[in-house]
């Protein structure tokens, strides 16, 4: 394996067991089949891969993993929304156009992660809302889906934080991967 592919595969492995710990998670939350009752959505893949996007050195390899990992999340979680796909590209384009920081600060990760929390649920939601599969009304869906699930996320993610940051990464920028060049 060559020394450029690394990074990748690690980024890989380490969104997989992200994706079983969320599954395992979300295995012991209450099954909520006919939305009457808080809808919980743990989001431990997504909260690591907020930092882990800019981990890869150049552009074409962050939105690689971003498809990437966006099409595993449909397979396992969306079945039919491929819609996943387009928020973890747009997640990997804030990061790497908009707000490129390689060392987050915890309160720029819990916004970060936040903020693509709620564009995640509000995204999914409106797409529901519009195919008719869903007729929730908007302040249910607050008070029983994205406030719960907001509320669990925000508690898990100094954890996930620590956890980033453990790893020690290091960071290689391409100093030529910036548009204003």
Known sequence: MSS???PLVRNFIIILICFIVDSTIAYFLPLNLDKSSITIVPSIALMMFVPLSMTLPDAPSRFFFATVSGVF???VYGRELSI?????LGITFVRSYIYHSDNLSLGEFLFLCMLAIT???????IMLLSAKITHMAILTFALKRLLPTLGVNLLLSPIVYMIFKSFHIKVDINPYDDLEN
């Open 119 to 125: 564009a995640k649920e509000v995204i999914v939601y």
């Open 4 to 6: 450029q592919n690394k």
């Open 84 to 88: 996943y796909v387009l928020i973890f």
């Open 73 to 75: 999340y449909t397979l």
